[in-house]
C-alpha cells in the first residue's frame, strides 16, 4: 500500500509560480510511473503531467506544455509540479497518483493523494 500526501498549493496570482510535492509513505517508488491531475469546479478531472518509472521520459497536457516541469526524485521518495506562469484556468485542486511501472501515458493509476488546492487570482 503506498500513501501519497501532496503539498505546496496556495493562492498565487497570474504569472506566478509554485511547485507542489507529493510524497509517498509506506513504499518505495522507484518502480512507479506518477502522474499529476487536476480536478476544477464543476469540471471532470484531468491529465496534467506524468513521468515514466524507468525511462524518465515525461508527458504533458497542451494546456501546461513549457509551463510545467514533473520531476521526481526517488531517494526521498517524492514528486514534484514545477508550475510557472500561472493563469486563473489553473486554479483548481491538484493530485499526484502512482501506477506500479507506469509510463508517462499510463492510465488507471492505482494510488492516488487527497489533493492540494492551487488558486490562481487574476
Known amino acids: 500500500q503506498v500513501q501519497l500526501v501532496e503539498s505546496g498549493g496556495g493562492l498565487v496570482q497570474a504569472g506566478g509560480s509554485l511547485r507542489l510535492s507529493c510524497t509517498a509513505s509506506?513504499?518505495?517508488?522507484?518502480?512507479?510511473?506518477m502522474g499529476w491531475f487536476r480536478q476544477a469546479p464543476g469540471k471532470e478531472r484531468e491529465f496534467v503531467a506524468a513521468?515514466?518509472?524507468?525511462?524518465?521520459?515525461?508527458n504533458y497536457a497542451d494546456s501546461v506544455k513549457a509551463r510545467f516541469t514533473i520531476s521526481r526524485d526517488n531517494a526521498k521518495k517524492t514528486g514534484y509540479l514545477q508550475m510557472n506562469s500561472l493563469k486563473p484556468e489553473d486554479t483548481a485542486v491538484y493530485f499526484c497518483a502512482v501506477k506500479p511501472y507506469g509510463t508517462a501515458w499510463s492510465t488507471n493509476y492505482d494510488y492516488w493523494g487527497q489533493g492540494t488546492q492551487v488558486t490562481v487570482s487574476s
Open positions: 509506506g513504499h518505495t517508488i522507484s518502480s512507479y510511473g
Open positions: 513521468v515514466s518509472w524507468s525511462s524518465g521520459r515525461t
